[in-house]
């Protein structure tokens, strides 16, 4: 714009809140799409998503034009009812109770004093304190011990953090038993309205007696089941009156104006009958009462049965959440490190740097490092990993995974949120909430679906009852006690609550519910619906070599002198560059130099470190040791930098290449001073994963910045015969893209530090051996273990999910185009089966049952019996 003639101010980024909503009363994907509506509408919304299965939004905001309040008001006003959950400022955020307190000025001033804390709000109403601090300096426990300590004599404070209940798992429960208590107290009306109607009047002591005339037409029967029906009616059946009135009022439609259509059609109906019998000496008709009433229990018997087995859909999700303990053994230390008392703690007063003292069989509640003692931890609740790890001092260790035996003593380095077991939550928490684009579909389809079925139901009525009266159809037809208006209005309700738009909306987000919490116990963490949609269509896979294809911990096993320079200034020199470089092979030479200079007892030589230090990706490293400039790199790199490189130094790197060995050379002022000869072994899984993705349709193709010569020896080792070498970073991204340009579907699967551009251009990224950095942005599946086997299982998976998605429309779409033309009597004229208004609602409510128990399914899920059994071998 500058360049064009256009001043330009700088404007800072707005600032972006998030939030989180838990959403009552949905009951279709109608009501999901009008919450999302309202809050977009909302002002100074940004973004945001609801989910249905979940029954909760997140809202991107601006602060300054909106707050949560008025964001909760905007869904209220919708016709929902909303709570917040938590907003993402809540990181370095700690929530007080304080009790015996009057003047909480004091309880400010001594908090606002205090070392690492940024801001104290106070809630005079409810006795609450909201600290905002620096993890690094201060913690909850340190917060509250300050309050503490701000009292004196017989004032004294007494604080607690403040620590909501598990409102999710409270609230399904509640909704659970609200569920099956309305059915059990309208099964309590609805029996005996079945009783008199269907039962009773077939034997002949109590049928006399129901048919006994009170007032002309008016019967003893007639009177009771209107009497049992009403309170269904209203009282019971208010929930849809309610939902109706919301969704009307919104301009939309949901299942709950289906359901009070039927239900009013038949009841006001049954009254109609009720008064012209009133007033009619020899007036005879049939009422519905028992439609209406039987049609609330077996919808309200669906929705408890739906919410259950929805509730099990997160299960996985649960599981993990519950990893953590309650408590933990805290240990003060003198300065020379010797216990001084050991206190029994609430996990969440934990704060870095603090140290926890872990025994046998218990759980490590933090992440942190182990600084004294050795264990064995069984990490498969959250890596998968099956076998114990062995950890000893300097070892990291993962909060919510098992201390085998022996115990140790743990450095807090991450506590609260920024625990990995809590990262992992989060991320599958909004891999659940974000939609798959073929939700799209029902979305779309959601929009027109009730008042094509109301007007799908009215054209049955007004088609049966006109046939009818015209004659069209034999007069056999109708069942006794009835004429041609009510046995059109039973087809015309009957296509009413049959339809289903409640089972389109959870096909979808209830498999991406069990799929994404299955794959988080297999260490397997696939970031939302986008991810899955591409996963399961890949047909191309892109491995790196160091750290994906082989272990990832190179060894030096050669080194060649090729000048008057000494093996110890030599390794000198190369380990003062290569020590600040972060890749694996510059790592394994400085291992080597020092275990050389300690063998030369040089332990002070090797540890300086060059200055003016640069790194040239997929090529080498280079600085001054000295006054001398030293190039640490491939062939390639030292013909960069002008490096002459002698016959000698040629046939080295040959003979070591044609092994797989990569070569690291060291130029010293323009000539190659020597060689290390670096190794990485390649996993044992590689060959098996590779022939296996062959049999899945899958190609792969390995891309590294080593030379053709080892890229070539590995890529034959594992069974690979596509090979790209000699690319640095930015190369890979390229080759992902001209791959992409064929039309084919890539996947790259790299160590996602490295890698980022490849992982961030490919269709889908797969960053494996993650480990505790779980949170790493440029990759779509994030694969906690350095284990190959996981890129199949995450592709196996993915395309799992994505068949259960189709199939549970086909069920879906399946059920609404079969039981809509029963429901308007389409077999009637020929077998004499039709479908009553209450066998049509228990169909109704079979149909989600039958979605979500598809999606539940998923749960046996198995990895690739191959590649399971691959271990074995």
Known sequence: MEDAGFPVDGLPEPDIAVCWLRIKGMACTSCSESVEHALQMADGVKKAVVGLALEEAKVHFDPNLTDVNRIIEAVEDAGFGTELIGSGNEVNKAHLKVEGIEDMTIIQRSLESAIGVDHVEIDLANHKVTVTYDPDLTGPRSLIQRIQEAGSGSNSFHASLYIPLGRRETERHHEIDMYRNQFYLSCLFTVPVFMFSMVLPMLPPFGKWLEHKIYKMFTVGLLLRWIFCTPVQFIIGRRFYLGSYQALRRKSANMDVLVALGTNAAYFYSVFIAIKAMTSDAFEGQDFFETSAMLISFILLGKYLEIVARGKTSDALTKLTKLAPDTAYLLTLDGDGNVISETEISTQLIQRKDIIKIVPGAIIPVDGIVTSGQSYVNESMITGESSPIEKKSGDKVIGGTVNENGCILVKATHVGSETALSQIVQLVEAAQLAKAPVQKLADQISKFFVPIVVFAAFMTWLGWFITGVVGIYPKHLIP?????????????????????????????????????????????????????????????????????????????????????????????????????????????????????????????????????????????????????????????????????????????????????????????????????????????????????????????????????????????????????????????????????????????????????????????????????????????????????????????????????????????????????????????????IRLPPWLAGACMAASSLSVVCSSLLLQSYKKPLHVQDSKTV
């Not at 082989?550 to 003062?576: D, H, I, N, W, Y």
């Not at 190659?672 to 994963?689: I, L, Q, S, W």
Request: with cysteine.
């Open 480 to 832: 006794k006690d009835m004429d041609e208006f009510e046995l059109a209005l039973q087809f015309g309700i009957s296509v009413l609550v049959v339809a289903c738009p409640c089972a389109l909306g959870l096909a979808t987000p209830t498999a991406v519910m069990v799929g994404t919490g299955k794959g988080a116990s297999e260490g397997v963490l696939i970031k939302g619906g986008n991810a899955l949609e591409k996963a399961h269509k890949v047909k191309t896979v892109v491995f790196d070599k160091t750290g994906t294809l082989t272990v990832g911990k190179p060894v030096v096993v050669s080194v060649m002198l090729f000048s008057t320079v000494s093996m110890e200034q030599f390794c000198e020199m190369a380990s003062a560059v290569e020590v600040n470089s972060e890749h694996p092979i510059a790592r394994a030479v400085v291992d080597y130099a020092k275990g050389l200079c300690q063998k030369l007892e040089s332990l002070n030589e090797y540890v300086k470190e060059a200055k003016d230090f640069e790194v040239h990706p997929g090529a080498g490293v280079s600085g001054k040791v000295g006054d001398i400039i030293v190039s640490v790199g491939n062939k390639r790199f030292m013909q960069a930098c002008n490096v002459s490189i002698g016959p000698e130094v040629e046939d080295y790197i040959s003979e070591h290449e044609q092994l797989a060995q990569t070569c690291v050379l060291v130029g010293v002022d323009g000539d190659v001073a020597g060689a290390f000869a670096v190794t990485d072994p390649v996993k044992p899984e590689a060959g098996r994963v590779i022939s296996f993705l062959r049999s899945m349709g899958i190609s792969s193709i390995m891309v590294t910045g080593d030379n053709w010569a080892t890229a070539s020896a590995i890529a034959k080792e594992v069974g690979i015969e596509n090979v790209i070498a000699e690319t640095d970073p930015l190369g890979k991204a390229d080759k992902i893209r001209s791959l992409q340009m064929k039309g084919m579907i890539v996947a790259m699967v790299g160590d996602g530090i490295n890698d980022s551009p490849a992982l961030a251009a490919a269709d889908v990224g797969m960053a494996i051996g993650a480990g505790t950095d779980i949170a790493i942005e440029s990759a779509d599946i994030v694969l906690i273990k350095s284990n190959l086997e996981d890129v199949v299982t995450a592709i196996d998976l993915s395309r799992k999910i994505s068949f259960r998605i189709r199939l549970n429309y086909i069920w879906a779409l399946g059920y609404n185009i079969l039981g809509v033309p029963i429901a308007a009597g389409i077999l009637y004229p020929f077998t004499g």
